[in-house]
């Protein structure tokens, strides 16, 4: 089983930011917060991923609590195209990392 | 650069025909290797993961094999397709710990007839 609880749907205005928030309560002290998107028929594409401070790249910002049972990921100017699946995922034990079922953030204009 | 190569794109097939689906990476060596599943409208489900030549671990119970014969080539095989096998198929390759970021192929529309 995925060890992250997220919405199953979202919907944000184009332009504006898009805030999709992710809860792994049982996260370990060594285990990354991983974030992935899949637009429709295709393979899912890394966005982002952290340990304990906050990340920034060219996508998104990620913003994990400090308790690290939860983050956010933020989108800051949503667009059509960044309309898709994501997904929030945390290490499992060994080599692997089990996605959920994820939120389908739906980007209206 | 890095490039994982996953073919082919579609395939149909029927029921009690054998399946062969490869992968392979380039630009890396002794990559992790995944397979995924993904029924239509549902999320990923992991099938195999190996992290080295000969080095295959199976998470769910199925007609589905896998084999890796070459550091850089992962193959998902079947003897006999069944109805539910039919899904979108994602071969992906990722680093060792702590940098365990996953690219993935473009994948195979599989359909069981």
């Known amino acids: 089983d995925a060890k992250t609880t997220q919405p199953p749907s979202m919907d944000c205005a184009e332009g504006r930011a898009a805030n999709l928030p992710c809860n792994h309560s049982?996260?370990?002290?060594?285990?990354?917060v991983y974030w992935y998107r899949q637009i429709h028929s295709q393979g899912p594409q890394y966005i982002i991923h952290g340990l304990k401070n906050n990340e920034t790249n060219e996508m998104a910002s990620l913003i994990i609590t400090e308790d690290r049972k939860s983050s956010t990921l933020i989108l800051p100017h949503a667009t059509l195209r960044d309309t898709a699946v994501y997904y929030c995922i945390v290490r499992e034990y060994g080599n692997k990392l089990v996605f959920g079922a994820g939120t389908i953030l739906r980007v209206k204009s | 650069s890095q490039t994982i190569h996953q073919w082919p794109a579609t395939l149909v097939q029927p029921v009690g025909s054998p399946l062969s689906l490869e992968c392979t990476v380039e630009?890396?060596?002794?990559?992790?290797l995944y397979w995924y599943r993904q029924a239509a409208g549902r999320g990923l489900q992991l099938l195999f993961y190996s992290v080295g030549i000969g080095q295959i671990s199976s998470e769910v119970p199925q007609n589905l094999s896998a084999s890796r014969p070459q550091d850089r080539q992962f193959i998902l095989s079947s003897k006999k397709l069944l109805l539910s096998d039919s899904g979108f198929y994602l071969c992906?390759?990722?680093?060792?710990?702590?940098?365990?970021?996953?690219?993935f192929g473009s994948g195979t529309q599989l359909s069981v007839l």
């Open positions: 630009g890396t060596s002794n990559p992790n």
């Open positions: 049982t996260i370990s002290g060594n285990e990354y």
């Open positions: 992906a390759w990722s680093g060792d710990p702590p940098d365990e970021k996953l690219f």
